[in-house]
């Protein structure tokens, strides 16, 4: 059964050029596959807008209503999320793309998929923008996956190097969602104030949320120790379907960078992540090297089994 992706154009309404997350990020990515022989193997799936209901499930009327009517005049949402014109089209086409990855795959048509998209959005919170983020598009494909029923116990992996904060709030009480997210240590690196070892979840939620800080300079040794212990975790868990939401601002040359993860280590912790075999959507989060995007993908990729 194929491998597919999911890009839209939309995507580059939301841009600012002196901004690290800008067009020229997916575009580089984008580039790369086709330059490669990787984009010849792979089953394009077609994006749709997330709907309405989609980004209620998480978000509040009044903030969704917020960043569409916010976006005609443009700006800063939060000192570090800026908003232009076409950024409300993009959010939503982002969050719809996560969507039809999980379908696709849900419904059998495809193995494995990868939305390839744009803004991120792990750091969204319900009523809130923040870290470059405006909708939480793993959140919101996960919710309309139990939704529809396709999976009853969901498994979402964070391997940003920061902290998906927005993620975890949204399903800390709840234990059908199990969140596992190895990232910087929160003492020293945005978003500072989550993302701790004790952060367990609440409720019905309570030690569905499994949280792996690292230190500084962290390299691929520890990186991969940690996603190790969080694979103990997953298969306590037993889910039947996975997120991975995939920043590739865990490398070396991360301009904005805290961990030092090699193009070997992200091949190999592929690897680890494949062998659960579990249906699985991969999007695209942080990263700012632009100019390595495109090989740490084919190297993650060719690790996962192409």
Excluded: K
């Excluded at 592929?270 to 695209?284: C, G, K, N, Y």
């Amino acid at each position: 059964m194929a491998t597919a992706y999911v890009f839209d154009p939309l995507h580059a309404g939301h841009d600012a050029d002196d901004h690290p997350e800008n067009a020229g990020r997916l575009e580089a990515v984008f580039r790369a596959l086709r330059e490669s022989d990787l984009l010849r193997r792979l089953v394009a799936v077609s994006a749709a807008d997330a709907s309405r209901e989609a980004l209620l499930a998480v978000h509040s009327p009044a903030y969704v209503d917020a960043v569409r009517s916010r976006a005609s005049l443009g700006g800063w949402l939060q000192p570090d999320t800026y908003i232009t014109s076409g950024s409300y089209v993009a959010a939503v086409r982002a969050a719809g793309g996560v969507c039809a990855a999980v379908r696709a795959v849900l419904e059998g048509q495809v193995r494995n998929a990868f939305a390839l998209v744009r803004p991120p959005g792990h750091h969204a919170l319900p009523d809130r923008s923040m870290g470059f983020c405006f909708f939480n598009n793993v959140a919101i494909a996960v919710r309309e996956a139990l939704r529809w029923g396709a999976v009853n116990r969901a498994l979402i992996v964070d391997f940003d190097a920061h902290h998906g904060n927005g993620t975890q709030g949204i399903f800390w009480a709840r234990g059908d969602v199990l969140t596992v997210s190895v990232h910087g240590d929160p003492d020293g690196y945005y978003p500072w104030y989550v993302g701790r070892a004790d952060e367990r979840g609440a409720g019905p939620g309570e030690g569905a949320n499994l949280n792996l800080p690292l230190a500084r300079g962290t390299a691929d040794a520890g990186w991969l120790a940690a996603i190790d212990a969080g694979l103990a975790a997953i298969r306590a868990f037993r889910p039947d379907a996975l997120v991975l939401a995939l920043g590739f601002d865990a490398c070396s040359e991360e301009p904005l960078g805290y961990l030092q993860v090699s193009g070997d280590g992200f091949a190999r912790a592929a690897e680890r992540i494949a062998a659960l075999r579990l249906p699985s959507v991969i999007t695209q989060e942080g990263g700012y090297a632009v100019d390595a995007l495109g090989r740490l993908l084919a190297r993650f990729l060719a690790g996962w089994g192409g």
